[in-house]
């Protein structure tokens, strides 16, 4: 290959199902044989149900709400309004952002009060003895509206005659953020040599986890503890929030725990209004409240994502080499400021903008606006595809723009020297991403693509070629903590801050501690998820499980083995020094009888219990801010059908670098759920609000388009070794990666195919009516 393009050697990609780490996921025995432990599942004994009546408004002043038909009803225990929330604050907004002036944050209580902000806005809580009952109660609900005018299309929020949602927040503004150096960028631009502008939507779109919401409230009158049982992730920080922030309470009085989880992708990560209801209903009547989602309550009542529009400058030399970069997005808050809303489009982004190049002066300039819709909040990425997205998509429109390889082009601004610094301040500490993409396009076969074209052509399609690379930031914060609990049936227990929810924890946890300890896997049990067995930790999200979990986990190792040696060093007659571990004993050398000695961890345990009556428990508190940074290089060709802009994927290929890998085969497959969502975003997915009336038009999945196995091909996927040195595991963090590439690879394929048609731009999701209406128009054009 020319332009320096070399390939990688071979040896040091992993092939996850061939490799010695790839444990099968110890809990897939119960998954698969129906011994899941669901909250849908779990009774309560004397449990009521309880519905939300919710606004079919995107904007309205209730006058007036009449309950007395649905209180009249037999077996409704209570219906309440805002009105009737005694004490109940409103939800907290955590997360903190270096905003140009204070981020708004109007009040979001836990039911409309005076007026409902978009459609699915809770108003009433019902709750009655079953949930049929509970939303029976509801449609006997009268509520009076004046309806107001909405906006609920992003592009209009910001103008002067919009509608006004919040008083407090002029022209729907809610914050600005600026980061980077605007007169070195300024600077830049005004030499470049050229300058590639491009206007970018990234779609709206809803996590539609497999499980949907649930929450189960309890309320303790003889200790004044309320217990909260979800479907949900990050319980601790779903305490905080509640416990600070709605209740005024001590964190203790307030306990919250999961079970096993149905998928999250962050829209489990945060605090909604049903958390409140369920337990403040407990307290009121006295009984267990449970409330379940219904699928079209998660699509309206539920946190979607992403939603933004950004104007991207690249300025370049004459030799193609990056100058500068300049974003400007608007980002969409929905009518509320959710738990970590405000981080999407500010903090997360941020991290990862300018992608895996080396671009010496940026700026990223953010608007952060209120609409009439569903509250904004984290899903898998959380702003790191929109970066990602933004920056490949520039250099793609860049390369045919000079008239430039688009691997070449890539393969000229690649970050080659480590650690590097980047213009924002984020140090990235390891990476080969220029041998990456060699590896990719040598995997992917670029060289004979021009024959796959021309057979396509043959049938009457159009085949595209797409690259696309990704830098994955995996966050420090929160720092995070583990726990280890020697049990007396010779197991034992790791609790660790970090949750679950499907991506494989009870085994890799294992493998870590299995690793360092010199004990079977199957020793390990993990215990997660609860604020009474783990007293702290940050939960799910950020891809950040093993990087803070796993370290903390090994610091609970060697805190094990620092607590036993000198008990060991007693039991055996010899000093601490003289004591060596492995393989789960401590060893001494042989005496002067030439015997050596040894006793096993478990036998100290034992000892210390028999002894004391005390348990033998090890902490690790892993004290980290420091970011990894997954990444890799990534293709997909894609086949479309000019006469009914259906598309088809083809094919898939991956080089991707998440550091030491604990289980490749875990790895794996959450890289391939990851790219499954990217794709369904570029392809399919897409939120959309009627601009007249404000209703979700895609609110059940007769409307919203999920990727299905048929719309997937088979992935093929390397996985590339760097270690980073941020962590003593070595590990990056993938649970985000997919979903991070996937987008841009997809779309630049997808371009790549219509572009001989005079099609040079289309936005996700590159549905078959819209690459149908785009090649419609480039004819029109050319007529």
Known sequence: MSDGLTALDSSRLTSPPDDSRSLRRREDQRFLTGQGDYLDDRLVTGELSAAVLRSPHAHATIVSIDVSAAAALPGVRGVFTSADLDGLGPLPTSITVATVEPLIVPPRLPLAAGRVRHVGDPVAFVVADSAALAREACEHIAVDYDILPSVTELRHAPEPDAAQIWPQAPGNLAFRFHRGDAAAVEKAFAKAAHIVTCDLVNNRIVAAALEPRIAVGRFDAGTGVYHLEISGAS??????????????????????????????????????????????????LDRPVRWSAERIEDFTGGIHSRDNLSTARLALDRKGRFLALAVETIGNLGAYVSSLGPGSATNAPAAAMGGLYDIPAMTMDVRGVFTNTAPIDAYRGAGKPEANYL?????????H???????????????RTFPYRSAFGTTIDCGTFGENLD??????????????????????????????????TSRGQPNE???????DDGTIDMAVGT??????????????ASTKLGLPVETFNLVQADTTRVPRGGGHGGARSLHLGGTALVMAADDLIAKAKPIAAQLLQVTPEGLTFENGR?????????????????????HVLDSTGQGVESHGDN???????????????????????AISLERYVAVDDYGTLVNPLLTESQVHGGLAQGIGQALLEEAVYDPDSGQLLSATFMDYAMPRADDLPFFDLAMVEIPTKANPLGVKGSGQAGCIGAPQTVMNAVLDALRPLGVTHLDMPATPAKVWRAIRDAKAKTA
């Open 499 to 512: 949750q679950s929810n499907g991506q494989g924890h009870e085994t890799s946890f294992a493998q870590v």
């Open 586 to 606: 401590f060893h001494a050398a042989a005496g002067p009888d030439g015997v050596s000695r040894e006793i096993d961890l478990f036998a100290v345990a034992r």
């Open 401 to 415: 723009q000079l008239r430039i390889d688009p691997a070449k082009l890539r393969q000229r601004n690649f970050i």
């Open 623 to 645: 004290v980290c801010d420091i970011i990894t940074f997954p990444n890799g290089a990534q293709v997909a060709e894609v086949e479309i059908d000019p006469e009914t802009g």
């Open 481 to 487: 903590e583990a726990w280890l609990r020697m049990r």
């Open 391 to 399: 920056i490949e998509r520039l250099v793609e429109k860049g390369a």
């Open 439 to 472: 590896q990719v396009l040598l995997a992917a076969d670029r060289a004979g693509f021009p024959d796959r074209k021309r057979a396509a052509s043959k049938r009457g399609k159009l085949r595209g070629f797409g690259i696309g690379c990704f830098l994955e």
């Open 235 to 284: 319980v601790h920080a779903i305490r905080r929030e509640l416990a600070e922030g709605v209740f005024g309470l001590p964190l203790d009085r307030i306990q919250v725990s999961c079970p096993d989880v149905g998928g999250g992708f962050g829209m489990k990560n945060v605090t909604y209004p049903e958390h409140a209801l369920v337990l403040w209903a407990a307290r009121k």
